[in-house]
């Protein structure tokens, strides 16, 4: 089967510009995650949907962040504007359903480098 | 909050040697604890997880964990180690009593296997 798809691979903008990921996750995953790994860290949760409908986004930094699942099925994620310390990994995971009981399934990552 | 330590940010071994990568977590009740492993320029896999049971885990490609509820660890061991082993590896923990926590990463462990 397919595993989670993510677009761009690698992007670099400048301070202050906008930027968005897109996510497509597995076939029938009703729970999609964005987290955001910084170089030298371990991932960290930025937003979980169930669905269509947000989980938990207790830790998205939302004065510049956002993202959407409109359709319960592909994912975006969304700065504006970018600041230098956004540069990170951003990884996409789904899982067929919430719970950490259910595996997560992690995309290839989008590497932003902001300058 | 749950909080992960990995002890050891680089570990070099020689190949066929065996490993452990060492994961303490902070103290609860109850934990779910994970391990995943990530190839370059690759998004993260699971290696093995500790739900509940027996305090030994297995896992894919040779990898096995201790559960140590007294220690408060989970370690990863390896008998044997190949050149295809060379990773980041992160463990995790999630705390099963309380509702859909997300995962909680550590810093990862480099794994250099020298030939």
């Known amino acids: 089967e397919a595993g989670v798809a993510q677009s761009p691979r690698y992007k670099i903008i400048e301070k202050r510009q906008s930027v968005a990921f897109w996510c497509n996750p597995i076939?029938?995953?009703?729970?999609l995650y964005w987290y955001q790994q910084i170089l030298g860290q371990g991932p960290k949760l930025l937003i979980q949907?169930?669905?269509?409908?947000?989980?938990?986004d207790s830790q998205l930094p939302k004065d510049r962040f956002s993202a959407e699942r409109l359709k319960g099925v592909d994912s975006t994620l969304k700065i504006q504007p970018a600041k230098l310390e956004d540069s990170a990994v951003y990884l996409c995971?789904?899982?067929?359903?919430?719970?950490?009981?259910?595996?997560?399934?992690f995309g290839p990552g989008t590497r932003l480098t902001v300058l | 909050a749950q909080s992960v330590t990995q002890l050891d940010s680089q570990v070099p071994v020689f190949e066929e040697a065996p490993v452990e990568l060492r994961c303490n977590y902070s103290?609860?009740?109850?934990?779910?604890l994970f391990w995943y492993v990530q190839y370059p320029n690759q998004g993260l896999q699971l290696l093995l997880k500790y739900l509940s049971g027996s305090t030994l885990v297995k896992g894919i490609n040779g990898f096995e964990a201790e559960f140590n509820k007294s220690q408060t660890s989970f370690h990863l061991r390896k008998p044997s180690v190949h050149i295809s082993d060379t990773a980041e590896y992160f463990c995790a923990v999630s705390d099963p009593n309380s509702g859909n926590t997300p995962l909680v990463f550590g810093k990862g462990t480099r794994l250099s296997v020298i030939a």
């Open positions: 103290s609860s009740v109850s934990v779910y």
């Open positions: 076939s029938g995953h009703a729970t």
């Open positions: 995971a789904s899982s067929l359903w919430e719970g950490v009981r259910n595996e997560q399934f």
């Open positions: 949907f169930q669905n269509n409908g947000v989980v938990d």
